[in-house]
């Protein structure tokens, strides 16, 4: 079915920017929603930010909202994170996954594929 690979993220300083990317394979992204989420040490998983079939909506997690904007490129079957500002609190890992829709809340039966995470370390 369908694989995701994560990309993008590294080490960057408070303030600073970074795109992570979600390219797909094995299908075409345009049939799902994709959300981004995030793990850091010692927190729960949580939502970042969706993008809807199609890409016809997007949502973001009140902590991330004016600072991260979701994005599609259908021609490279792939979904961007841009990252701006950054701040320590960013600090995780991220993944991307196909979701039933972008809701609220998500739970296991919700996912589809999960791509393999890749690590955001905002630190000074």
């Known amino acids: 079915q369908l694989q995701l690979v994560e990309s993008g993220g590294g080490l960057v300083q408070p303030g600073g920017s970074l795109r992570l990317s979600c390219a797909a394979s094995g299908g075409s992204l345009i049939y799902y929603a994709v959300g981004w989420f995030r793990q850091a040490p010692g927190k729960e998983r949580e939502g970042v930010s969706c993008?809807?079939?199609?890409?016809?909506?997007?949502n973001y997690a009140d902590s991330v909202k004016g600072r991260f904007t979701i994005s599609r490129d259908s021609a490279k079957n792939t979904v961007y994170l841009q990252m701006n500002s950054l701040k320590p609190e960013d600090t995780a890992i991220y993944y991307c996954?196909?979701?039933?829709?972008?809701?609220?809340?998500?739970?296991?039966?919700?996912?589809?594929?999960w791509g393999q995470g890749t690590q955001v370390t905002v630190s000074s």
């Open positions: 993008s809807g079939i199609g890409g016809r909506s997007t």
């Open positions: 996954a196909t979701v039933a829709a972008c809701y609220n809340h998500y739970d296991e039966a919700d996912f589809g594929s």
